[in-house]
T-cell receptor
Framework: GAVVSQHPSWVICKSGTSVKIECRSLDFQATTMFWYRQFPKQSLMLMATSNEGSKATYEQGVEKDKFLINHASLTLSTLTVTSAHPEDSSFYIC????????????FGPGTRLTVL | KNQVEQSPQSLIILEGKNCTLQCNYTVSPFSNLRWYKQDTGRGPVSLTIMTFSENTKSNGRYTATLDADTKQSSLHITASQLSDSASYICVVSGAGFQKLVFGTGTRLLVSP
């Protein structure tokens, strides 16, 4: 149990276009989902926290108008990178928690975004 | 400031050998500590999770220890295999808040 999926697993886009990444909790209801970004040889950096039905909370330095997060249901959150630029190229990982027990976060497999 | 530091940054060992990875944290108040394995280009996968009252927890060839007094944890890998080559991340959860504090990870390479 506790499986989180992401789609797509990788995407290449042109500079200036927008890209949507989906994160789904497959076998549990995720009260909270998190979006992380990871650059090569670095650890995960939290971008934003989203609760179902409410606005996401962004970390300092993360542009909310550039990284649009929608958590429309208890099993789906989306991250849209708007007007992507090469510096947005990174590995984006989502995680989800049901809020029970250890409040453990279950991570998705990640999405590799390359902006040309 | 809540921080998690890991050592060594990278490690190369021969297949079949054991190794120990270290994690020191300053997160307070403390809730739990997790060790994750992250293969290149993949999301982190949980290995162990320990609360304040737990000193050790095993998951197959992985054994984690926790000393909440000194705020230190270790991950011991026994009889390493080539598939153990990955980054190992120590993550601490503070009591009362959702955000996790990530260590920078230890990159392990198991050589044949």
């Amino acid at each position: 149990g506790a499986v989180v999926s992401q789609h797509p697993s990788w995407v290449i886009c042109k500079s200036g276009t927008s890209v949507k990444i989906e994160c789904r909790s497959l076998d549990f209801q995720a009260t909270t989902m998190f979006w992380y970004r990871q650059f090569p040889k670095q650890s995960l950096m939290l971008m934003a926290t989203s609760n179902e039905g409410s606005k996401a909370t962004y970390e300092q330095g993360v542009e909310k108008d550039k990284f649009l997060i929608n958590h429309a249901s208890l099993t789906l959150s989306t991250l849209t990178v708007t007007s992507a630029h090469p510096e947005d190229s990174s590995f984006y990982i989502c995680s989800a928690t049901s809020g029970e027990g250890y409040n453990e976060q279950f991570f998705g497999p990640g999405t590799r975004l390359t902006v040309l | 400031k809540n921080q998690v530091e890991q050592s060594p940054q990278s490690l190369i060992i021969l297949e079949g050998k054991n190794c120990t990875l270290q994690c020191n944290y300053t997160v307070s108040p403390f809730s739990n500590l997790r060790w994750y394995k992250q293969d290149t280009g993949r999301g982190p996968v949980s290995l162990t999770i320990m609360t304040f009252s737990e000193n050790t927890k095993s998951n197959g060839r992985y054994t984690a220890t926790l000393d909440a007094d000194t705020k230190q944890s270790s991950l011991h890998i026994t009889a390493s295999q080539l598939s153990d080559s990955a980054s190992y991340i120590c993550v601490v959860s503070g009591a009362g808040f959702q955000k996790l504090v990530f260590g920078t990870g230890t990159r392990l390479l198991v050589s044949p």
